[in-house]
């Protein structure tokens, strides 16, 4: 992966709107020094870049790892596991993020 806009954008295309019904949350990422989030709403998802005032469940990682993760060479568990993927907020959503988006 070349750049993390070019993973999110990666990200944003694999997204199953019927594994989103009734959801309404705001996911952010930060990874290295860099902050994106996405807003999952009515079966739609809006990627947007920068920190969101209130994200439901917020995802910290290095560059290495998100690449990882989206490239599919480990899944979100595993980095959580092993201290290379940790949260902030409901722990709980993120483990649905493997639902909402086919990585």
């Known amino acids: 992966m070349s750049n993390i806009a070019e993973a999110f954008a990666k990200i ?22 860099d902050a994106h989030h996405l807003i999952v709403k009515d079966g739609s998802c809006k990627l947007e870049q920068g920190e969101h005032s209130d994200p439901t469940v917020t995802l910290i990682m290095d560059g290495d790892t998100f690449a990882e993760v989206v490239a599919g060479e480990i899944n979100g568990m595993q980095a959580f596991m092993t201290g290379r993927l940790r949260t902030e ?11 909402l988006f086919s990585l």
Do not use: C, H, I, K
Request: net charge negative; aromatic share 10%.
């Open 12 to 33: 944003e295309s694999r997204f199953d709107a019927s594994a989103a019904a009734g959801l309404d949350v705001v996911f952010q990422f930060s990874v290295d020094d």
């Open 89 to 99: 907020g409901d722990m709980m959503l993120a483990t649905r993020l493997s639902d």
